[in-house]
């Protein structure tokens, strides 16, 4: 590995390639916080996917792709002297420091949970009046449920064993078929939406998390799925040609692989 002073050299690089692009090049001069944003959330996703997959190789280049982002985000405030790299580094090293008492202070905690409610109580003394202020309202649905459990559990509010849990999931369920049952598509949707909020929950307790759990899932079944297109292009057929019993044949066959 590099030494901090090499790391340091390689950072400084960074700074002064990126100084000379916004100074020289015409697309780096034109971009904007604005126009940078969705491609900061494109670039944080396919790190996602490269962490998914342990490819470590990707997982370096696309955490490359996104400290240049953070270069460029300090770079542009600079510019419009707002803050700029040092502030940004500095800013964040004031908030580790003051939401680790128990390193940088005298406060003592006993496991990881006891840093977590320090976290959050930490920062409703820091102004905030809700604990869920910290969570992003452009979130995915699935993502902003999980955080938004993992908040409030951090100030207590939360159940004591995984089976009452799993028992409120049931009872989920059993309003969902009730409401199917009678087709009132609204209240089946809100149902639906208890059941997803529920499952999450649940997923808590068994320490998985249920982003990673889908995507993983959602891959999985990309790959089977498109080995039984591969093998019905073998028997020059398409899917639509084929029956279940034929194509379960080569589902059983992809999930072997």
Known sequence: MNSRKDQLKAFDRLLTIMDELREQCPWDKKQTLQSLRHLTIEETYELGDAILDNNLEEVKKELGDLLLHIVFYAKIGSETKDYDIADVANEICEKLISRHPHI????????????????????????????????????????????????????????????QVFEKLKEELEELQEEVKIQDQEKIEAEFGDVLFSMINYARFLNVNPEDALERTNKKFIKRFQYLEKKAKEKNKTLKEMTLAEMDVFWEEAKKI
């Open 104 to 163: 940088y202070g005298d406060v003592k905690v006993a496991n990881e949970e006891d840093v977590k409610r320090n976290w959050e109580n930490l920062k409703l003394k820091e102004g905030k009046e809700s604990v869920l202020e910290g969570v992003p309202k452009s979130l995915p649905a699935l993502v902003k449920a999980s955080r938004i459990q993992d908040k409030v559990a951090g100030v207590g509010f939360d159940w004591e064993e995984p089976h």
